[in-house]
């Protein structure tokens, strides 16, 4: 079985980006482990930027993450 790069923005978009509360908590949980501070919020938003050059990646702004500690 083959699994999904997450690191590709429309496999992790796939993976977590569904407005339910499952992928919502198991997205603030991997940040939480990733980043070592607790994830009160995650908010994913679909924000593709224009990109400058025909052979640049467009970049995307893909997460708003709120802290605990703030």
Same mark, same amino acid.
């Given at each position: 079985?083959? %699994? +999904? !790069?997450?690191?590709? *923005? $429309? +496999?992790?978009?796939? &993976? $977590?980006?569904? *407005?339910?509360?499952? +992928?919502?908590? +198991?997205? /603030? %949980?991997?940040?939480? @482990? $990733?980043?070592?501070? /607790? @994830?009160? /919020? @995650?908010? @994913?938003? !679909?924000?593709?930027? &224009? /990109?400058?050059?025909?052979?640049?990646? %467009?970049?995307?702004?893909?997460?708003? &993450?709120? $802290?605990? *500690?703030?």
């Amino acid at each position: 079985m083959r %699994s +999904a !790069n997450l690191l590709n *923005d $429309f +496999a992790f978009k796939y &993976v $977590f980006g569904e *407005d339910c509360k499952e +992928a919502n908590d +198991a997205l /603030k %949980s991997l940040l939480t @482990v $990733f980043l070592e501070r /607790k @994830v009160n /919020k @995650v908010v @994913v938003k !679909n924000s593709e930027m &224009v /990109k400058d050059y025909s052979k640049m990646k %467009s970049p995307r702004l893909d997460l708003l &993450v709120e $802290f605990d *500690d703030q």
